[in-house]
């Protein structure tokens, strides 16, 4: 017999500007909610419009010891890493970056968007990497949206993209290194979907648009808040109510290890913190060739 689970808590977005000035909706980390085991960090980004030329994004910048995981919404961001890695996210795609020993990259508004200007709206989940995998080398995986498996309700009412595990019979395309489920549902007014999550994952969601009816007593919760579900059971419910529902379900088994931040660094101790700092500084991440 399955068991709901009920809501813990919830935690609404805070507005802050990051990388070079671009406008971002954060549930975590704040003062109120450091991380989320094993996700560091998520950041909704915009949505925003810009003007020709106002365009922003995040200049160079290193990352060390997690996962970065982008998905783009509306707009385009061109990537450029110091392993000469390069592309560009255009709506629907997703790119899973595996940083681990280190990696200098970049994230910017493509040429041709930012001369014409118009909406930016994206994600952007860091995964926390176990202390065996923090130094593994970078790697990338990119899915274009056609790629991203997709399912719909039999009634038509649900429909889901799986970015991580599994949802409606689908399976995702990308392989995490660690248990993760990353699900971006949209549900037709009064739709109501019951998900089945792994008992040891901790477990949210987070709406982009609409309220939402969430956990075993539906409650009600508007957008940009992170719903903080309990580890009480085996699946999750969420309905919409009477405007449709934009909501992302994020999920992982918690690694219950030791985490040190330092800015775009996450290891395990303090030494391996001052290791990291030294180590791009001593341009041993590379650069990128512009």
Do not use: C
């Not at 003062?31 to 960090?41: G, K, Y």
């Not at 930016?120 to 202390?131: A, E, K, M, S, Y």
């Not at 395309?173 to 019951?194: K, N, V």
């Not at 539906?218 to 009477?242: C, L, P, R, S, Y």
């Amino acid at each position: 017999m399955t068991t709901t689970r009920t809501i813990e808590r919830t935690h609404p977005a805070v507005r802050t500007t990051e990388g070079g000035g671009f406008i971002v909706h954060r549930p975590f980390p704040t003062r109120m909610l450091m991380d989320f085991d094993p996700f560091l960090l998520l950041d909704e980004m915009g949505p925003v419009d810009y003007a020709p030329g106002e365009a922003r994004g995040a200049p160079d910048h290193p990352h060390r010891g997690f996962e970065t995981v982008t998905y783009m919404l509306e707009g385009e961001f061109s990537h450029k890493d110091s392993a000469g890695h390069s592309g560009t996210l255009r709506p629907g795609d997703v790119q899973w970056m595996t940083a681990g020993a280190g990696v200098v990259h970049s994230e910017m508004p493509g040429e041709a968007f930012t001369r014409r200007g118009g909406r930016v709206h994206g994600l952007q989940l860091w995964v926390n990497l176990p202390r065996a995998d923090k130094m593994v080398p970078p790697r990338y995986q990119e899915i274009p949206s056609e790629r991203i498996p997709a399912a719909t309700s039999a009634d038509g009412k649900v429909r889901v993209r799986v970015i991580a595990g599994e949802a409606l019979g689908v399976k995702a395309a990308i392989e995490t290194r660690t248990p993760i489920l990353y699900q971006h549902y949209t549900l037709a007014p009064g739709a109501r979907i019951e998900q089945p999550v792994p008992r040891e994952f901790r477990v949210f969601a987070y709406a982009l648009s609409g309220t939402g009816h969430y956990g075993a007593a539906g409650q009600e919760i508007g957008a940009q808040q992170m719903v903080i579900f309990g580890n009480d059971g085996d699946t999750v419910t969420f309905a919409a109510g009477n405007e449709p529902l934009d909501v992302l379900l994020i999920g992982g088994a918690p690694l219950n290890e030791p985490v040190v931040r330092y800015g775009p660094f996450v290891m395990n101790t303090e030494d391996e913190i001052r290791q990291a700092v030294f180590d791009y500084q001593a341009g041993r991440m590379g650069q990128i060739a512009h």
